[in-house]
Structure formats: structure tokens, C-alpha cells
């Protein structure tokens, strides 16, 4: 750790637990948990920052040059600013402020504060850094402008904020409807592609569609990375050989939890079973399923999207 950071670190702890009869061990627990604290906020601010200079680099090097627009509150501010001749800066934050507002009362005060950073820095991004021209064929300006504009919102979002309001107004109205997040920013963007044919031409909005498709599936891998992780819950009266084979045959480890039977009217007939937990990639989906055709045919198997995981044994362990 940087000294000078230790030394901050130290002097912010000590008055912490100032005018307290604490052990030694309680300063290092205190110590320990700032240190985290601030080793993760500086790390989030660094992907923040990351993630607007991608952005500003897909917005001033390939979408803006040529007037492609992209989806959300940056298509908007995109669609205003050539309607009125004002910068778009200034619409990204104008345009941005409401949702800010509303992910202060309905995510957190933290989320705001570095969404708020993040949508200043890109005006700002925009405004300010000049980029190079990288071409002028449509089709590379929708899939490579769409790409870094992903990966900017992506990088935004694992650094705890979004530099495109949208998703907050996306997860208000799903509490609210039966709407899924996915369908509130689908429809919010084709309100927004429907009013760019109708401002620029049909061509324009159906490359604007394509520039949203490939920030779409940037987002996804950037937020959730290149392996698909399966949660595999496996029910079975042979629970013992299948996890000796999981870790054995696919290298992965496991959890045991207790269950019971619960096809039976009366309670006094439950059978107790083990129930095995897994986490695997999707690419090993086929290999687990075997090992558990050749211990039990007849095994219950529930499978279950993983958005993310972290700790533990995620890595395989090396196979003898």
C-alpha cells in the first residue's frame, strides 16, 4: 500500500476509536475494514473514469463526426443537440439530472453521488478532449461507435454508476409494473429510434438500432464477463459419488446442504437427503451432466443462471 495512504489510513482509525478502551485487535479489524473500504472506492473510481474515456472516445470518434445517434438519454441529448445547436454537454447533464434524482431516492445517495461524477466527466469528455476521426463507413461507425460506448457504460456500471440514466428509470418502473428492466429500456428506445426517423431519415434510426445492439451485448459482456456461470442444485440418494465426482472428474467444488422429501402427505415420513450445490461454466454444463447420468439416471438436476460470483472456489482447481 502506498505509505501515504497507510499513514491516512492509521489517523482516520485512531480517531474512530479515540476516548474508547479498545484492544489492539480492534484497531486492526477497524484498520482493516477502512483499508477495503478505500482500496474498493478508489478502485471504482478508476473504472468510472475508464469507462468515460471509452464513451467519449465512441461518441467523438465515430457516432458525433458523422450524426449517429445511440440509444437512451445520450441518444436524446444527441437528438436535441442537433435540433438546437447548443452542446451536448450540456444536455447530457440537464437531460441526466432527473434520473440522478430519482437513483438517489430509489437506489442509494452513493450511486448518485458517483453516477453524478461520471455524467459531469463525460460532458466534460465531450467538450473538452478532442478525438481523431476513425472513419466515416457506416456500418464500422454503428458497430465499433456502439462497442466503446458498451464498454464505457459497462466499466461505468462495475465502478457503481451509470453514465446513461436510463437503467435507473428502467429499474423505477419495474417496481412499479410487471415490466422487466430489459422491456422498459426496450421501449424507451424505440420511442427514441421512432423519433430519430422521423427527425433525421429511416436509415439513420436503423443504424441507430444496430449502434444500440452492439452497446447492448458490450454491456453484457463487460458486466458479466466471458463465462456464464450455471448454479446446478443436484437432488439425489447418491449425493456422496456425485460430489466426489464434481470435484474429482470437473475440478469444481461444491456445497452440501440438508433437505427433505416433500412428495409424501405425512410429516413423519419426510426423508432427510443431501442436496448438492455446484457452480459451473455452461461450457461444462454437458461434462456434469454426464458424470451425474453415470452415478444416477434418475437424479433431480434444477440449473439456474448466475449473473456473477465472486469468492471461493471459482477457479477450477488443477485435476491429478
Do not use: W
Not at 283 to 304: C, G, H, N, R
Request: charged share 20%; proline share 2%.
Amino acid at each position: 500500500m502506498n505509505p501515504l495512504f497507510q499513514i491516512i489510513i492509521n489517523e482516520t482509525v485512531r480517531r474512530q476509536i479515540k476516548n474508547k478502551n479498545t484492544h489492539n485487535f480492534q484497531f486492526h479489524k477497524e484498520f482493516r475494514k477502512i483499508n477495503v473500504e478505500i482500496s474498493h472506492f478508489f478502485k471504482d473510481i478508476f473504472l468510472i473514469i475508464l469507462g468515460v474515456m471509452a464513451a467519449g472516445f465512441g461518441l467523438k470518434g465515430f457516432l458525433l463526426p458523422n450524426n449517429f445517434i445511440d440509444g437512451g438519454v445520450t441518444g436524446i441529448s444527441m437528438i436535441f443537440s442537433e435540433l438546437s445547436n447548443f452542446s451536448l454537454s450540456i444536455f447530457l447533464i440537464l437531460i441526466n439530472l432527473p434520473f440522478l434524482i430519482l437513483g438517489y431516492s430509489t437506489i442509494s445517495k452513493q450511486f448518485a453521488i458517483r453516477s453524478a461524477f461520471g455524467i459531469i466527466l463525460l460532458a466534460a469528455v465531450v467538450h473538452f478532449i478532442p478525438a481523431p476521426v476513425i472513419t466515416e463507413d457506416k456500418l464500422l461507425i454503428a458497430i465499433f461507435g456502439g462497442f466503446f460506448l458498451g464498454l464505457g457504460i459497462g466499466l461505468a456500471i462495475r465502478g457503481g454508476s451509470v453514465i446513461d440514466g436510463t437503467e435507473v428509470l428502467a429499474v423505477f418502473i419495474s417496481r412499479k409494473t410487471s415490466l422487466t428492466i430489459g422491456d422498459v429500456i426496450l421501449i424507451f428506445n424505440l420511442f427514441i429510434f421512432s423519433i430519430a426517423a422521423y427527425v433525421f431519415s429511416f436509415e439513420t434510426a436503423l443504424y441507430a438500432i444496430l449502434t444500440y445492439l452492439s452497446a447492448s451485448k458490450t454491456v453484457d459482456f463487460i458486466v458479466y464477463g466471458i463465462e456464464e456461470y450455471i448454479g446446478v442444485s443436484i437432488i439425489s440418494d447418491k449425493s456422496e459419488e456425485i460430489r466426489v465426482a464434481i470435484i474429482e472428474k470437473l475440478g469444481r467444488g461444491c456445497t452440501i446442504y440438508i433437505g427433505k422429501r416433500g412428495y409424501t402427505k405425512l410429516e413423519s415420513e419426510l426423508k432427510s437427503i443431501d442436496i448438492v450445490y455446484t457452480l459451473i461454466t455452461r461450457l461444462e454444463l454437458a461434462k456434469l451432466q454426464t458424470e451425474i447420468d453415470k452415478i444416477d439416471p434418475k437424479a433431480f438436476v434444477i440449473m439456474q443462471n448466475v449473473k456473477d460470483a465472486k469468492g471461493g472456489m471459482i477457479k477450477k482447481k488443477p485435476l491429478k
